[in-house]
């Protein structure tokens, strides 16, 4: 198979992955007050292990790892006062492609 043709199929296959965040503080706490994911990538729900102040977001990527034209897009959006650590649970793997 040409190289282009190769590219054009591996572009076509490819993961187009988005995940949009918004962190707020009111009374001491940040919470996630919005948020869209587009698949591969998912949020779980936020947990508090160092306290309401430090809000903690697992980020999920089920595919596990990124080919050739793998495309995701991560923004988060932090208000006034808001602290967040976003994560995976686990290391992530960049794969071999034609490209």
Same mark, same amino acid.
């Given at each position: 198979? &040409?190289a282009a043709a190769q590219r054009t199929?591996?572009?076509?296959? %490819?993961?187009? /992955?988005?995940?949009?965040?918004?962190?707020? $503080?009111?009374?001491? %706490?940040?919470?996630?007050?919005?948020?869209? !994911?587009?698949? @591969?990538?998912?949020?779980?729900? @936020?947990?508090? &292990?160092?306290?309401? *102040?430090? $809000?903690?977001?697992?980020?999920?990527? &089920? @595919?596990?790892?990124?080919? /050739?034209?793998?495309?995701?897009?991560?923004?988060? *959006?932090?208000?006034? /006062? !808001?602290? =967040?650590?976003?994560?995976? @649970?686990? =290391?992530?793997?960049?794969?071999?492609?034609?490209?």
């Open positions: 198979m &040409p199929v591996a572009q076509a296959n %490819a993961w187009r /992955g988005e995940l949009h965040l918004v962190f707020e $503080c009111n009374e001491q %706490a940040t919470r996630l007050s919005a948020s869209r !994911a587009r698949i @591969p990538l998912a949020i779980q729900r @936020p947990f508090y &292990p160092e306290g309401a *102040e430090l $809000c903690h977001a697992l980020m999920l990527h &089920p @595919p596990g790892g990124m080919v /050739g034209g793998d495309q995701l897009e991560i923004t988060l *959006e932090l208000k006034a /006062g !808001a602290q =967040a650590l976003l994560t995976t @649970p686990s =290391a992530g793997k960049w794969y071999r492609s034609a490209q």
